[in-house]
């Protein structure tokens, strides 16, 4: 046994000297025709390898971005392509590389109609959203192909999303849909008239450090919110992340503000959407979520839903297409925009992914 052990030893340390253990790591990605998909988390492989079984794909993160050769190896095999990655953890050194390599950033989100509890929570998506050489759908540039495509909408096609979105719309609103979706309780709160709904973010979230300028935390916003409604009662709702302690608060709403009231996170907020004056948001999802219940809405980050005339918006530019409705924006940004999958990660449809999330949800 410590004759096996000591060669063992022996040949290890000859590989070290050699660089074998280099030639392990590179080897595979200088082997076929890679795919590199960048930053997303162990976690998610699986997942989008079902997604995309055409593609021979080599996951890359944090260990491999501290080895050149493997990177160098990786470009010398991998020109005139996509290479994916996980919003905008790419390292800073790959737009320079693939614009040397002809290859296209794709950028890889989830999409509006999640899944039965956070992403966090390691729940894989029921829908994505790839978007190829353009910055996405959050981010101030407003330049993604959601925002191409409501631009680009004719008479007879606007038509025909306000009436599609107007189907999904009501598929949505009848089985309570949202991007993360939860069982809710049936107890109820009383909501004074004089009051005002806060929606709380994980203040890391590239939807707040792309989108608005200046950057905003919760803390700045409630206080935005205060000073403009004096009087009113502030109801907050933290993010469920922040709340569970999965993601690390960068402001402290309730000790700077003692007076605000926390909106229970066991209730569903979407039942009160018409008994406040006004939501507000940085940029969540939510905001169109209640703008769809018919509440009255106002962001100040860059949320894709701003800027067409249905929302108050403090820090976007308006649109110059101004007649377009709530329906219409759902079918682009839902109907049209993301993929969706079945649990096996084939293609799937909005309609479909609506029924085997209710059907979650009534299990």
Known sequence: MLIKFAKQTVAL?????????????????????????????DWKHSFYQSVFQDKDIVFVGQKHYRNPKFIEAAFENIKNQDVYVWSYKDPYWLSALCAANNCTICRVEDGFLRSVGLGAQRISP????????????????????LHRLLRSLDVEQKAQFHDKGALLKQRILNNNLTKYN?????????????????????????????????????????????????????????????????????????RRFPDIVEFPQDLNMFAYAKAFQRIYTISSLVGFEMLLRGATVTTFGAPWYSGWSLTDDRNVEKETVDDLTAEILLWAGYGQYPSYFDDLGQPSDVFSVTDRLSQQLRA
């Not at 392990?24 to 076929?32: A, D």
């Not at 029921?126 to 910055?135: K, P, T, Y």
């Not at 009383?190 to 989108?211: C, H, L, P, T, Y």
Request: proline share 7%; with cysteine; glycine share 6%.
């Open 13 to 41: 340390c000859e590989d070290l000297i050699s660089g074998k253990p280099d030639r392990l790591i590179v080897g595979p990605v200088k082997e076929g025709n890679k795919t590199l998909f960048f930053g997303f988390a």
């Open 126 to 145: 029921l829908s994505i959203i790839v978007e190829r050489n353009a910055d996405l759908y959050f981010h101030k540039s407003r330049s993604s192909a």
């Open 182 to 254: 939860f069982k809710a309780h049936s107890r109820r709160i009383e909501i004074a008239d004089n009051s005002v709904f806060v929606v709380g973010q994980v203040e890391r979230d590239e939807s707040i450090r792309r989108g608005p300028n200046p950057y905003i935390t919760c803390e700045q916003l409630i206080e935005r919110v205060r000073d403009e409604n004096p009087g009113a009662t502030v109801f907050f709702k933290q993010h469920p992340e922040v709340y569970k302690g999965i993601a690390e608060p960068y402001s402290a709403p309730f």
